[in-house]
């Protein structure tokens, strides 16, 4: 994969509050602006950063793609502080959807952190399909970024949810193997796996690096060598 594989011009947009009509956006947005100013003094800037967020989503709801990205970004600077990843992921997912000139390397990064901290599955399975819908059809990237999927839905999914999860990333990566090679049988899907070299995560899991090394460029927001020496048993 290569930066040529990667087109900016496409962006999700799942977020739910889109179902939501721009009048009840508005008041909810109020709302939300109400709690920001209603925190005690005692208030953590981690709970400040999520009304913040949560502030951001629903601007990029109201297509303030420009106030939503500056907001997410202030937001994601103290969820990375205090080692919040989840939040910070989610703000990178705020943050992608916001379609502004850093928003793939916001991407990449959330991507990064959400494969290298132990954060809730289906946040990292939907940063791994930003990625496989950002990417052409022939692109190995797409590929790469499916079988991180499934892998991490495998390693990480609570025994409640795994089947779910398991067979929703199982599903997408036989969609990407089918729009990559026109796979359609399990025989197929077999081959494909070998011919790519996916079955085994100290393959694939540096390849994806090297997709997210594409992603970001040089506008990583931290340093990666600092936050892997905080994940345990370093």
């Not at 025989?187 to 070299?197: F, G, I, K, N, T």
């Not at 996916?198 to 393959?203: A, G, K, M, T, W």
Request: aromatic share 6%; proline share 6%.
């Amino acid at each position: 994969m290569n930066s040529d594989d990667l087109d900016p011009t496409l962006f999700g947009d799942t977020l739910a509050v889109d179902t939501q009509s721009p009048a009840d956006l508005e008041k909810q947005l109020a709302l939300f602006r109400q709690h920001l100013e209603a925190l005690p003094p005692t208030a953590s800037a981690v709970d400040r950063a999520r009304i913040e967020l949560d502030i951001a989503e629903t601007e990029l709801a109201l297509e303030r793609k420009e106030a939503a990205w500056e907001r997410a970004r202030r937001a994601f600077d103290v969820f990375l502080a205090n080692q919040a990843w989840q939040e910070a992921v989610e703000a990178c997912n705020v943050l992608f959807q916001t379609e502004q000139p850093a928003s793939l390397a916001a991407l990449g990064m959330g991507v990064w952190l959400g494969v290298t901290f132990p954060i809730a599955p289906d946040t990292t399975v939907a940063m791994l399909q930003h990625i496989i819908d950002e990417t052409p059809p022939d692109a190995d990237g797409a590929a790469v970024a499916a079988i991180t999927a499934h892998y991490i839905a495998d390693i990480r999914s609570p025994e409640d949810k795994h089947e779910s999860l398991t067979f929703l990333t199982q599903n997408l990566l036989g969609q990407v193997a089918k729009r990559h090679s026109n796979v359609m049988t399990q025989e197929q899907l077999d081959a494909w796996l070998d011919r790519l070299e996916l079955r085994d995560p100290r393959i694939f899991l540096p390849r994806l690096a090297r997709v997210v090394e594409v992603l970001v460029g040089d506008q990583w927001w931290f340093d990666r060598d600092a936050l892997r020496a905080l994940l345990p048993d370093q």
